[in-house]
Structure formats: structure tokens, C-alpha cells
């Protein structure tokens, strides 16, 4: 393998910021006291933790006692989801963890439109009585399709008030996960008009195994893990105090770049699809023309086998997915594909490209060479061209 | 306050070790790949993570295919519990988090006796037919209490024989919350006995907020956190690489050097608890004399006020802690104490010692004497002495 690596994978996985390791650092060492301690170092570690999930908290408009901590955007979800008797009404391009906790509920999956957006008026139609939660993810992890979340939350609001019109008093709340997008477009709670939200450090060039579920003010969850009352007796435990000063961090750093950081990756992401199409005629770019995250480029070559070509773009340092990291590795084709109508010949000859914060100007066209000739170089050994 | 520190509260918290540390690094910036990720690097990632497992595994006599990784005992101890549907049986001087899980149950506390120990008839009385799961600690985190799990195993297994030979196929398992000890004493599953057993980095100077639950072949789980299907689909999240090569490292170095640490402990425990009894005749020490871990030394001295003794402390760089970190933060007295028949003058006049890595010779020497004359000074100001 080649010695310079292009990483176009960042909707799997970021790498820590060396700003944000540096702060964590030293609560693994010198201040790792535990914060339910009763001494003034360890007291100073509370203040430390507390402070941090305030900071946090204040990078999507929130306030830091209204947070629960957790392992993961796949726990928060769980969470979320636990605290729901009724029927959930969610979307067919959710990802795994929230499909796996709504299997769990009496549920709907609403159908996107065959760009990937999950309509308003879908959801509303798919509202019941008895519907206790929507949940719609902020963008998807596939094809970087961003939802109407706020035109999302006016339909929950209505249901509110209708509801309340007629006497019915069962609550209906809306959660998003918002695990992918974070600093790349505004997430702001108040701006969106959740009750619940989901973020994950580990995508936002934090610590992995970090996560947060925002909780309305008002809200009553039921905590899904028991023990010593940590996290307002939502999240038992002895804090994550490392991880959490480094996910505030991270935050920090993604809400601060947010709009410099997209607009160098729409150029970037911009640049590479008019390379590919113009490269190849039959490129297929998937997803919304503008409603998509900047650095996400979901792109299929009907015929193509993606699987061959992220092999061998991988022998040449392109690191990169096939439709989806998750359904790749587990050799099914991509519920998000299928949902948005895609052929199976579209769906096994794409291509995942996610830009970040590891992909510059020169990387991103070195990148984009060895990407078409890898396909050119494939297509011709299949006589598609 | 001065600029030397004692630290005498290793149950409470224990620093990451700086071998530890230094394997975790990378996994945080250079190899930061999701293990589910189809390129080779990310493979790697992968390959490394399951080496971490096996090796982790090993220490404890056990296989890394059997071990699901958690973020930390109180999510091992509540994914052991989330299985049973039967009655349970657990003792009354646990961790908060196993007793917080048993209230979710029909279940039964067995008492221990004025040593702190759970004998196991007592633990035979308290089971009944409908018993799904018995849950012990290896040792007590206040006290230091080694429990006598290899006995309370057979019992299990003599019941599970009883129950073949009526024609009842309730499953009836063994959890051990072994928390505390490992690195002090001796911890392999087939000695214990055990079906399930706990064991969390953060208290064997590994990382925070990681910890595991090991499942004996054969015994069927049901996931608490659903979603990607990781860990075997029991435990759904994108996986703590660089928290699990640092739990496995951890876990290593404290199994190399049990025989050496638990004899040095020991030495250093009973020198503190000679000096101690030397300079208070109305010392009360409280758990087994022989069956404890060796870094533990549970004191009181009724009368005395523990809580501005570890204040004065603290001035002078001494950090402990009162009976239990945990009930002393709510304001509350330790169910431990209280378990073993302790009276409420006592309770509130303890001190928890807990020796480890950061205690040595040298300065368990100036600890002691810095305590006598703390406590020495409060007595004398209230007119006990």
C-alpha cells in the first residue's frame, strides 16, 4: 500500500483533534479522581465535568443540567426510546440503532421522497392517538440528505395542540438524532424544535464512546441503566469525566468552524462530483441536490462493482465505503438505497465519499484522479467502456 | 493545602497507568478507523480490538469471544440483571448499581454477618424455585470483605441439580460483581465458579467508563442497548478501540504483578492498622480480619466526627474517604455499615483506607502519623481524649 492515505470515510469515524486530546489528557493522569469524592481535588474534577457539559450544552443552544451522558449516540437512542410506551413513528432511512430500538414499539416507518427527504406531510399522515414519538435523524449517514426537522416539529406541536383540544392527554415528542451533520450545518435545539436530541462525539473529532441525549426541560425520561444516581438518576455510573471535557472540546471546535468549515467542503465536495460526472456519463449522484450535508457525495455507477473498486482504491491510500459502512460489512445491500427506490445495479456499484477535516484542496483532487482512474480502469475490464 | 499528596481512596478512583496511557494514544488520532470499516487500516483497527479482547480475557482465565465490553461495571452489572426474569438473590452490602438492578425484581437481600461476610446457607435459605440469578461481589468496596464465591457456587450448582432432577428447567445463574480486587487477589472464572463476572478498567488503572461482563458459553443474554449488532448484537455501539487496548493493558500488568502487589498491600495495610490501634484504644476495625483485600482498612472510632476529619485531612494532602464515597455524597450512612450491625456513632466516626499504586512506604508512613494527629487533635477539641 501506498504510503500517503486520503480519507474520504469521516461519516464512520473522525479522528480525535489534537486540541481536544490535549485537554483530556491530563484527566486520565493527574486529575482522575472521582467526581462523587468528597475532597477538594475531587471536588475541582466535578466543577471540571460540570463546567464542560455547560460549555457543551451552550454549542447547540442548550443548557448543561438538561444533558445526559452517555457511551454513544447508539445508547442516547436507547435511551430516548425507552422512556416511550406508545407508538413510534419514524423514518425508513433512520440508522440501525434507531430502527433496532423502534422494532421494539408498536411502530411506522415513513418512506423518504427518491431524494431521501422525509416529507412533513409523511409523518403527519403517519401520526396516530397513540403515537408517543417521532424520531427523524438530522441528516442521513448515507446519502447527507438533512431533514425538515423544524417543519418536522411544527407537525408534532400541532398533534400537541390538537390533542389537547380533544381531551388527550397522552404525550407525543419529537427526538432527533443529530449524530451526523454537527459542525457542518446549524444544530440548534431551539431553532429546531425538539424535545430530544441525540449527538456523538466520536463524529465531531471528539472521543469515541461519548455521546449526549438533550432532554426539553419538562420532559420525563426513565433511565434504562440503574446504580449510584449519576446523571440526575437518568444515567448511573462513575462519569466520563475525560471524555466528556474532550467532547466539549470538540464541540467547541466544530460550532466555532462550522461556517468556514462547510463552505470548504461544499467547494471540495462540489469540485469532485463535477470531476466524476464529467468523467463518467452514467454517474448517478443520490440524495438531495441542495438539502445535503456539505462534505457528503453518495455517488453509483450502474454495473460498477464497488466492492472491487474500494479494494483497489485502498491499494492506492483511497479510504472510502460502499454505499454504507454498516450494511457493507454485514453483506446486505443498504436499507437507505432501498428506501430511496434504488436498482440493485445502482445500489451494489456506489460509492460513500464524506469529506472533513482531513481532506484539503491537493488531497481532494489526487484523491479524485486515482478515483476515476480506479472506475475507468474497472469499467474497462468489465467491457463497460 | 500543601503541595504533597496522600492518596489513600484507590476504591474509589485509580489514575491511568502510564504504560496504559501510552497504547491507548494512537487509537485516538493515527489508527481512529471504525473496526466496521471494509479498508485495511480499519481492519486492522478491528484485528486489534479483538487481539485486546482475547488478551483481556486471558487475565481472568476466559475467552475473548465471551466477554461483551460495557462502559463500565454499572452497565455490566445492569446487563446481567436485564436477562432475569426470576426472583433474585443478592446480598444486602452490594454495589448501589446491583442493588438498584435487584429493585427492579422480585428479590431477596441476604444479610451478612458482623464480619461482612455472605455465608453461603444463607444465600442457600434465601433461594428459592423461581430464583433466576444470585449476584455476589468478589469483595466489598467499603469494607473489603472477600466473599467465599467459589462456595456460593456450588450452592448455585447443587440447586441447578436439584432443580434437573424435579423437572423444573429454570435457568438459575451465578453473577459476581468483581469490581473491586482484581489486581489484589486472585480472579479466574473456572476457580470462582461463576456464570457471569463484572470487572470495570477504571478501578485497575485503566481508562474510565469501560468495563465488561463475561458470559459463560452457553448462557443466553438479551441486549439492553440495541442497534448495529456489536458485540454479538448484546451490546449495539461503535466500539471503544482505544479504551479497550487500554482496559486489556491494565488488566495485564495487574495480573502480572497480583502476588507481588497484594503482599507489598498487605505489609503496608498492617503497619497502618498497628499504628492506628497503637494510638486509639477505642479503634473498632471493621470487616474480616483475615478474608479482606489487602489494600482495605475500614476504622471507626465512635464518637468521632469523620466528616471533619477528612476535611482536616485534605488540608494536609491525606484523601480519603468516609465509610463509602457513595453514601457520603448524599448525606446519607453507608447500607454497609449498617448491613453489618453497626451502630450509628461508629458509622459516622469511620474512615475508609484504601492502599494501591500511588501508596509506598515512605509515605504511608507520613500518612499515618499526619491521621494520628488529626484525630488525636479532634478528640482532644470535642473531649473524647
Known sequence: MTDQLFYLDHAAATPVDERVLAVMTPYFSDRFYNPSSPYAPAIQVRRDYEEAKSRLATTF????????????????????????????VTSAIEHDAVL????????????????????????????????????VQLANNEIGTIQPIRDIAAIVKQERKHRLDSDNHDPILLHCDASQGFGQIDVNVARLGVDMLTLNSGKMYGPKQVGLLWVRPGVQLAPMIVGGGQERGLRSGTEN???????????????EHQKSESARLHELRDFMQGELSNAFKQLVVSGHPKKHLPGSLHVSIPGLDAERIVFALEVRGVLLATGSACAANK?????????????????????????GRLSDKASVEQATAIIIEEITRELKRTGHA
Request: charged content about 15%.
Open 241 to 255: 469525566v475525560a471524555g466528556v471535557i474532550g467532547f466539549a472540546r470538540a464541540a467547541e471546535l466544530a460550532h
Open 100 to 135: 433496532a430500538a423502534a422494532k421494539l414499539h408498536d411502530h411506522t416507518l415513513v418512506a423518504p421522497t427518491e431524494k431521501g427527504i422525509v416529507r412533513p406531510e409523511a409523518v403527519a399522515a403517519a401520526i396516530t392517538p397513540k403515537t408517543g414519538l417521532v424520531s
Open 61 to 88: 443552544g442548550a443548557k448543561g443540567d438538561d444533558i445526559i451522558i452517555t457511551a454513544g449516540a447508539t445508547e442516547s437512542i436507547n435511551l430516548a426510546f425507552v422512556s416511550t410506551s406508545g407508538h413510534i
Open 331 to 355: 453483506g446486505t445491500r443498504s436499507h437507505v438505497l432501498t428506501a430511496i427506490g434504488m436498482s440493485d445495479a445502482e445500489a451494489d456499484g456506489s460509492l460513500r465519499i464524506t469529506l
